[in-house]
């Protein structure tokens, strides 16, 4: 159900509450724009903001309206509560916008140089979110002291990558200049993201899409939903339980092997060739309307590589997330259940062992088909180390030159 966010647009200080009722405007709760205020205005980072606006959103799962100022207050609450009155006051006094820089792009439109999008483009080629932000920064008051009132985006490009080289080094300066020949060529972007439940997909695909600025996104979880609503569990058994059990409605499995780490395998198999219809199906549209797409969940196995066009020029690229100590998958699913009780994490406790092995099974079967494992330990780590893989494997393709011509030419001046 979606909730409704009342916005009072010019009758805020109006006589009576009639003459309020003709002014206000009631526009559905959109956590995106939340998150995204929280980062501009309050200074949280993504991870930080995405958990405010979501706990925000379960606190109202049971209202059907709300003000603007009594969403105020709930985030000013949760602000003080968590971050001190300092994030608090720089969430309701956020800086003014300031556009003295534009920026020329190659059609010749100008826009003001923004530098959460600066921050961005820096995050996707690899930093840190505090590397990008001081980065960005130095780049912005170097533009504004010399006073420079526009600047064509060719150039802004050179000089990003004369300030990455000088404060960072030729590697990342080199990343630098092959996400910018990926984004000139205007390829889409694939990210396949797999791994047991509790490995942090959902999490990392949301950051990772976050940085990218990658609008669409899906789970395989929300596919099998949609699918057992479709295909009745007479008809495909093996659809309509966990992953981890889907053997127990395999044919011809005697008691003898049930749970064998062969009938987890072949149970999940079963499942996931079904579940490949739903996954081929949301590519296949990315790929005709040539957007970037990040595909996620526990059925994203290497196999999909397979059913996907072989005369696209889109870069695929999967990647496998794990959790390898036994004691910190339990952890996690430990927590899940304390922060949103449900049976879910109740049932995964219960089923760790299987969990488990089905975990050593699709990482034999990454590293057969060569598909980069990530131990996620530490999300921020984790992300880093994904950006890694995505900007090494844009590399096989795109070239790092210009970021080196970016050097040669910007030295000249600026």
Known sequence: MKKTLVIYSGGQHSATLAAKAKTLTRVPFLRGILIRSLQQDAGLAFEEAYRLATAIRQELHDTPEITSKGLQAKVIAHLEREYGKEAVYRYQHPPPLRSLVRVRDAKGRTLPFSRGRHRHYLESCGLSPEEAVTLTAKLYEHLTHKGVAEIDSTYLARLTYRYLYRDLGAEVARRYGVWVDFMRSQCPLLLLIGGVPGSGKSTIAAEVANRLEIVRTQSTDMLREVM??????????????????????????????????????????????????????????????????????????????????????????FIMLAVLKPDSL????????????????????????????????????????????????????????????????????????AGESFQAKGSKGG
């Open 330 to 401: 339990r952890e996690r699913f430990s927590t899940r259940g304390e922060q949103a009780p449900d049976r879910r994490a109740e049932r995964y406790l219960e089923n760790f062992d299987a969990i488990w092995r089905l975990q050593t099974f699709l990482l034999s079967e990454a590293d057969r088909w060569k598909v980069p494992i990530i131990p996620n330990d530490h999300t921020e780590k984790t992300i880093q180390q994904v950006m890694a893989v995505i900007i090494d494997t844009l590399a096989q393709r795109f070239s790092p030159s």
């Open 228 to 317: 057992r609503m479709m295909i009745p569990s007479r008809v495909v058994p093996a659809l309509h339980t966990s992953s981890f059990k889907a053997w127990e409605v395999l044919p011809g499995y005697k008691p003898d092997r049930a749970g064998s780490d062969q009938a987890i395998a072949d149970g999940y198999r079963a499942q996931a060739e079904v579940l490949s219809v739903g996954c081929e199906a949301v590519l296949g549209r990315a790929l005709r309307e040539r957007v970037s797409m990040i595909l996620e969940g526990i059925h994203v196995y290497p196999g999909l590589l397979e059913r996907l066009p072989r005369d696209t020029d889109a870069m695929v690229i």
